[in-house]
């Protein structure tokens, strides 16, 4: 069983910055792919990002890539979200999730945290 905790959601303007954290607990951390989703009101959970255990394999979603950067650090068992030049489009709880392997879609994934809120202003 793992368990995920994220944080360093919160409120910020279009343009800005915010910096997810999921801190992991549980079986081994580094075994294991991570990946961020997110869902916004009214509409269907979506992929953000993944990488392997290794950090060697990495993807974005097109909405995302070349704004958000995805790393972790497995000494500390937490992977992070680094969330830069934030749009209205972006507001959504955003979900941490663990699996044995990566991949962009949710049924790869066998563990899911509870979601921090991310409310990006115009």
């Known amino acids: 069983q793992v368990q995920l905790v994220e944080s360093g959601g919160g409120l910020v303007q279009a343009g800005g910055s915010l910096r997810l954290s999921c801190a992991a607990s549980g079986r081994t951390f580094s075994h294991y792919a991570m990946g961020w989703f997110r869902q916004a009101p009214g509409k269907e959970r979506e992929f953000v990002a993944a990488s392997s255990w290794s950090g060697n394999t990495i993807f974005y979603s097109n909405s995302v890539k070349d704004r958000f950067t995805i790393s972790r650090d497995n000494a500390k068992n937490t992977v992070y979200l680094q969330m830069n030049s934030l749009k209205p489009e972006d507001t959504a709880v955003y979900y941490c999730?663990?699996?044995?392997?990566?991949?962009?879609?949710?049924?790869?994934?066998?563990?899911w945290g509870q979601g921090t809120q991310v409310t990006v202003s115009s």
């Open positions: 999730t663990a699996g044995r392997v990566v991949g962009k879609g949710s049924e790869v994934y066998d563990y």
